[in-house]
C-alpha cells in the first residue's frame, strides 16, 4: 500500500502565508512527479504545481510567483510554499504522486486525501 497524507491547510487572511506538507508512505521503490492540485466549491480539479523528481517545476498561471514547490527524494516529502494568498486560492488542496513500488512493474498515480485551505478576513 502507498498513502499520501497532507498537512498544513487552515485558515488565513488574504496576504497572508502557508506552508503544505505531504508526506508519502509505505512500499515505495521510487518516486517520480509530484505535484499539488486543488479544487475550490463547484469546480473542477486543477493543477497547482509539479515538480519532477530532478527538480523541474511547473506551476499554474495563477499562482506563479507567489508558490513555491520543493521536494525532499530522501524523505519523500513535497511541499507547497502560499505566499500572498488571495481568496480565490481557497480550496482543497490534493498531494499526488507518480510512485513506482517496485523494481518490476511501472509507476501508478497516487492521491492525498486533500486538506482545506481559506483565505478570508
Partial sequence: QV????????????????????????????IYAMGWYRQAPGKARELVA???????????DSVKGRFTISRDNAKNTVDLQMNSL???????????????????????NYWGQGTQVTVSS
Fill in 86 to 108: 488571495k481568496p480565490e486560492d481557497t480550496a482543497v488542496y490534493y498531494c499526488n504522486a507518480d510512485i513506482q513500488r517496485s523494481r518490476y512493474g511501472g509507476p501508478g
Fill in 50 to 60: 509539479v515538480i519532477t523528481r530532478g527538480g523541474n517545476t511547473n506551476y499554474a
Fill in 3 to 30: 498513502q499520501l497524507v497532507e498537512s498544513g491547510g487552515g485558515l488565513v487572511q488574504p496576504g497572508g502565508s502557508l506552508r503544505l506538507s505531504c508526506a508519502a508512505s509505505g512500499s515505495i521503490f521510487s
